[in-house]
């Protein structure tokens, strides 16, 4: 995706996150809106892919 769009992206997701109603809303339903960079979301998934992968093998477990 070209820098452009992810920036584009980004900033309206930040307008709409800033909203309280949708902050509100969220919230009511169990999401916490943490606001961050699209280069901070990428080493989050990062981390999250390589933690959770050791997970499923230690724990021997396959897809069907």
Same mark, same amino acid.
């Given at each position: 995706?070209? @820098?452009?769009?992810?920036? *584009?992206?980004? /900033?309206? !997701? =930040?307008? =709409?996150?800033? *909203?309280? /109603?949708?902050?509100?809303? #969220? #919230? @009511?339903? @169990?999401? $916490? %809106? !943490? @606001?961050?960079?699209?280069?901070?979301?990428?080493?989050?998934?990062?981390?999250? %892919?390589?933690?959770?992968?050791? %997970?499923? *093998? $230690?724990?021997? #477990? *396959?897809?069907?």
């Amino acid at each position: 995706t070209p @820098g452009a769009a992810i920036a *584009r992206m980004h /900033d309206e !997701i =930040v307008r =709409v996150l800033g *909203r309280a /109603d949708i902050r509100e809303k #969220l #919230l @009511g339903t @169990g999401i $916490e %809106v !943490i @606001g961050s960079g699209p280069e901070q979301l990428a080493a989050y998934m990062k981390s999250e %892919v390589a933690k959770w992968g050791n %997970v499923i *093998r $230690e724990a021997g #477990l *396959r897809a069907k």
